[in-house]
C-alpha cells in the first residue's frame, strides 16, 4: 500500500535527533524520499542509510547553507516537494539573564535561518506546488517563563509561517506550522536535568503527559500530505492543550 507522501521528495533539518528524526522515519515511512540535514555527520549518514535517504552536513547559521542545501537537494533528487524546518536551538532566562550573544544566536539559528532556507526552496517548492511545515513551539503562542528568546524567536517563526503562506498561496505552495508543547527529547532533558522535573512537566500538561517526538512527526507528515491540501498559514498546537487559554 502506498504511503500519503509516495513519490514526494522531503528535506528535513535537524534531522539526527529528536523530532527532526522521528519525522524522518515518518516520511520515509509513508513513502517519502527523505533528504536530511543536520551538525551530526556520523548520525546523519547512518540514519540516511537505514532510510534509504541522503544526508548532507550543514550549520545553518552560516548565509551559504540555505543555497548549498536547495542546490544539493536538486542535485540528489531533481526536485523538492516538501521542506521541514526543524532545527533550532533553546537558550533558559530571562531579559536579564539572556546576553545579547545568546538572543542574536537564537534569531539567528530559530528564525534567520528559517526565512533563508524557505526562501532559496520556494523555487523548487513552486515548480512542485509543494510544502514547507515550520516547527515552532507553544511559546510562540503563549508566553513562558524564562524563556525570552526562545519564545520571541518562535513567535517570528509562527507569523514568517503566515506571512509566507499569504505570499506564496498563488504559487500553490501551503506554508504552515507545528507548534509542539514539552516534548521528551534531548534538548528537553537538558533543560529539566532530572527525571524529578521531567516528571513535573508532564503532569503540568493538561493531557497528564510530555508529548513524543512521534507525536509531532504526525502531524508534521498530515500538514505535508494532501489531506491537507487546503490548509495554508496555520499554526497546529502539538501540545496536550498547554495552550489552551
Same mark, same amino acid.
Given at each position: 500500500?502506498?504511503?500519503?507522501?509516495?513519490?514526494?521528495?522531503?528535506?528535513?533539518?535537524?534531522? =539526527?535527533?529528536?523530532?527532526?528524526?522521528?519525522?524522518?522515519?515518518? /516520511? @520515509?515511512?509513508?513513502? +517519502?524520499?527523505?533528504?536530511?540535514?543536520?551538525?551530526?555527520?556520523? @548520525?546523519?549518514?547512518?540514519?540516511?542509510?537505514?532510510?534509504?535517504?541522503?544526508? $548532507?552536513?550543514? %550549520?545553518?547559521?552560516?548565509?551559504?547553507?540555505?543555497?548549498?542545501?536547495?542546490?544539493?537537494? *536538486?542535485?540528489?533528487?531533481?526536485?523538492?516537494?516538501?521542506?521541514?524546518?526543524?532545527?533550532?536551538?533553546? /537558550?533558559?532566562?530571562? #531579559?536579564?539573564?539572556? =546576553? %545579547?550573544?545568546?538572543? %542574536?544566536? =537564537? $534569531?539567528?539559528?530559530?528564525?534567520?535561518?528559517? /526565512?533563508?532556507?524557505?526562501?532559496?526552496?520556494?523555487?523548487?517548492?513552486?515548480? !512542485?506546488?509543494?510544502?514547507?511545515?515550520?516547527?515552532?513551539? %507553544?511559546?510562540?503562542?503563549?508566553?513562558?517563563?524564562? +524563556?525570552? #528568546?526562545?519564545?520571541?524567536?518562535?513567535?517570528?517563526?509562527?507569523?514568517?509561517?503566515?506571512? $509566507?503562506?499569504?505570499?506564496?498561496?498563488?504559487?500553490?505552495?501551503?506554508?504552515?506550522?507545528?507548534? &509542539?508543547?514539552?516534548?521528551?527529547?534531548? $534538548?528537553?532533558?537538558? *533543560?529539566?536535568?532530572?527525571?524529578?522535573?521531567?516528571? #513535573?512537566?508532564?503532569?503540568?500538561? &493538561?493531557?497528564?503527559?510530555?508529548?513524543? &517526538? *512521534?507525536?509531532?512527526?504526525?502531524?508534521? !507528515? /498530515?500538514?505535508?500530505?494532501?489531506? !491537507?491540501?487546503?490548509? =495554508?498559514?496555520?499554526?497546529?498546537?502539538?501540545?496536550?492543550?498547554?495552550?489552551?487559554?
Amino acid at each position: 500500500m502506498s504511503g500519503r507522501l509516495q513519490g514526494k521528495v522531503a528535506l528535513i533539518t535537524g534531522a =539526527t535527533a529528536g523530532i527532526g528524526l522521528a519525522t524522518a522515519r515518518k /516520511f @520515509a515511512a509513508e513513502g +517519502a524520499r527523505v533528504l536530511l540535514s543536520g551538525r551530526n555527520e556520523a @548520525a546523519g549518514t547512518a540514519v540516511a542509510a537505514a532510510l534509504g535517504g541522503a544526508f $548532507m552536513a550543514a %550549520d545553518l547559521s552560516a548565509p551559504e547553507s540555505a543555497a548549498r542545501l536547495v542546490d544539493w537537494a *536538486e542535485a540528489t533528487a531533481g526536485r523538492l516537494d516538501v521542506l521541514v524546518n526543524n532545527a533550532g536551538i533553546l /537558550f533558559q532566562g530571562d #531579559a536579564l539573564a539572556c =546576553t %545579547d550573544a545568546q538572543w %542574536d544566536q =537564537t $534569531m539567528l539559528v530559530n528564525v534567520t535561518a528559517v /526565512f533563508r532556507l524557505s526562501r532559496a526552496a520556494l523555487g523548487l517548492l513552486g515548480r !512542485a506546488r509543494g510544502v514547507i511545515v515550520n516547527v515552532a513551539s %507553544d511559546w510562540g503562542l503563549v508566553a513562558a517563563d524564562a +524563556a525570552v #528568546a526562545y519564545g520571541t524567536s518562535k513567535g517570528a517563526v509562527v507569523q514568517l509561517t503566515r506571512s $509566507m503562506a499569504k505570499d506564496h498561496a498563488r504559487q500553490g505552495v501551503r506554508v504552515n506550522a507545528v507548534c &509542539p508543547g514539552d516534548t521528551d527529547t534531548a $534538548m528537553l532533558r537538558a *533543560e529539566a536535568g532530572s527525571e524529578a522535573r521531567m516528571a #513535573a512537566l508532564a503532569a503540568a500538561i &493538561p493531557l497528564g503527559r510530555l508529548g513524543r &517526538p *512521534e507525536d509531532v512527526a504526525a502531524a508534521i !507528515a /498530515f500538514l505535508a500530505s494532501d489531506e !491537507a491540501s487546503f490548509i =495554508t498559514g496555520a499554526a497546529l498546537a502539538v501540545d496536550g492543550g498547554n495552550s489552551v487559554v
